[in-house]
Structure formats: C-alpha cells, structure tokens
C-alpha cells in the first residue's frame, strides 16, 4: 500500500477544515442556494446522513439518497494514493461517483 506523505495529509484536511469553518461562520449555507436559487446536488446531504445515523432509512432516502455514495467517493478521491489500483481505476470510481450523483441530482429536480 502506498503512504501518502504527512504534507499532503495536512494540506487536504486544511482545505476541508476551512471549508467546514466557512460554512459555520458565515450565514451564507449553500452558496448555489443563495446566488441562484435552487437546490445544489449536495443538498440535504448533512440531514440524509443524520437520519441514516438514527437508523431512518425513509428519511436519509428523501433528503438525499447519494449523500453515502457521495462521502465515500470524495474520500476515495481525496486519499487515492492509498489504494494499490491502477489510475484508469481510481478515475473511473471518481467520475461514475460523480455520474451517479448528478444523475440523481437530475431525477431530484425533475420529480
């Protein structure tokens, strides 16, 4: 297995730190929301994982049922250089995962 080196680690998890702070400091949540309007295809994720959490499968279905899919392909995406496949691999996942959750993202705005 690969190691990722500890620079690295620290950059990626600084940039996610930031981000979870932004989202709490300022009173701007979605920022697709708010500048136009509608629902960005991470919407509801947080809820859905909540209710997945309290054992409310219904619910995690209704906010967002990629918001798993979604959490485990951004972690694959962030951390690739642990896994021991090929880079045709470890793109195809990141892009069928993004696929999959525009796909439902689609069918969400549609129904």
């Known amino acids: 297995m690969n190691r990722i080196?500890?620079?690295?680690?620290?950059?990626?998890?600084?940039?996610a730190a930031l981000g979870v702070a932004v989202y709490v400091l300022l009173p701007i949540k979605c920022p697709?929301?708010?500048?136009?309007?509608?629902?960005?295809p991470a919407c509801g994720m947080t809820r859905a994982m909540l209710?997945?959490?309290r054992g409310d499968i219904a619910g995690y279905m209704r906010f967002n049922p990629m918001a798993l899919p979604f959490l485990l392909v951004l972690l694959f995406a962030l951390h690739r250089d642990l896994f021991p496949f090929k880079p045709a691999i470890k793109n195809a996942v990141?892009?069928?995962?993004?696929?999959c959750t525009f796909a439902v993202y689609l069918l969400r705005i549609i129904f």
């Open 32 to 40: 697709v929301k708010y500048f136009f309007h509608f629902d960005c």
């Open 94 to 99: 990141v892009i069928i995962g993004s696929a």
């Open 5 to 15: 080196s500890l620079k690295k680690f620290i950059y990626i998890h600084s940039a």
């Open 51 to 53: 209710s997945l959490f």
